[in-house]
T-cell receptor, first 110, second 114 residues
Framework: RKEVEQDPGPFNVPEGATVAFNCTYS??????FFWYRQDCRKEPKLLMS???SGNEDGRFTAQLNRASQYISLLIRDSKLSDSATYLC???????????FGKGTHLIIQP | DTGVSQDPRHKITKRGQNVTFRCDPI?????LYWYRQTLGQGPEFLTY????????KSRLLSDRFSAERPKGSFSTLEIQRTEQGDSAMYLC????????????FGSGTRLTVV
């Protein structure tokens, strides 16, 4: 079983729609959780940390369910500029560094 | 520019040659990480330093890979006797020793072995 699993997509979504991504992680001792965004041929950039209580940053909402080992990202009112790969990331639980999923490719269509 | 800097941006080398990449982290960050990313995959952890100490190196892909951070500032990643399978993006990241902080990545060095 992969440590962090994501649906690779692509998700083709019309501009203005709401889109949600999920990921699951296998290490129950993981302690920190993040969503990173990666544009084509660029480095990953931190989008937001994910907290147990859920957190929101503008149009982006992240949720963590520790019991199910499940992380989600919701994007509301999607923009063309949201087109990118979204990487689910976990940290801790005995693992050094960040453990990345393969990423979910999002394409926002005009 | 106060971000993470990597050099070179691109490297093309012949199979069997040695290559060395450099990373300059954000100056106040005490942790430095190396990752490798191949097409369609997420970044894969290789090794990391806290100041000048290399705290984890068992995830380096083979004994052809080595990394140093001699003065706790910049770091180098060397690949000896390169193979075509080494072709990838090599990413460096730095962070403070804090949880829930995330890392800042450099733009990466894209290696092509021909």
């Amino acid at each position: 079983r992969k440590e962090v699993e994501q649906d690779p997509g692509p998700f083709n979504v019309p501009e203005g729609a709401t889109v949600a991504f999920n990921c699951t992680y296998s290490n129950s001792a993981s302690q920190s959780f993040f969503w990173y965004r990666q544009d084509c041929r660029k480095e990953p950039k931190l989008l937001m940390s994910v907290y147990s209580s859920g957190n929101e940053d503008g149009r982006f909402t992240a949720q963590l369910n520790r019991a199910s080992q499940y992380i989600s990202l919701l994007i509301r009112d999607s923009k063309l500029s949201d087109s990118a790969t979204y990487l689910c990331v976990v940290q801790g639980g005995g693992a050094d560094g960040l453990t990345f999923g393969k990423g979910t490719h999002l394409i926002i269509q005009p | 520019d106060t971000g993470v800097s990597q050099d070179p941006r691109h490297k093309i080398t012949k199979r069997g040659q040695n290559v060395t990449f450099r990373c300059d982290p954000i100056s106040e960050h005490n942790r430095l990480y190396w990752y490798r990313q191949t097409l369609g995959q997420g970044p894969e952890f290789l090794t990391y330093f806290q100041n000048e100490a290399q705290l984890e190196k068992s995830r380096l892909l083979s004994d052809r890979f080595s990394a140093e951070r001699p003065k706790g500032s910049f770091s180098t990643l060397e690949i000896q006797r390169t193979e075509q399978g080494d072709s990838a993006m090599y990413l460096c990241a730095s962070s403070l020793l804090l949880r829930n902080y995330g890392y800042t990545f450099g733009s990466g060095t894209r290696l092509t072995v021909v």
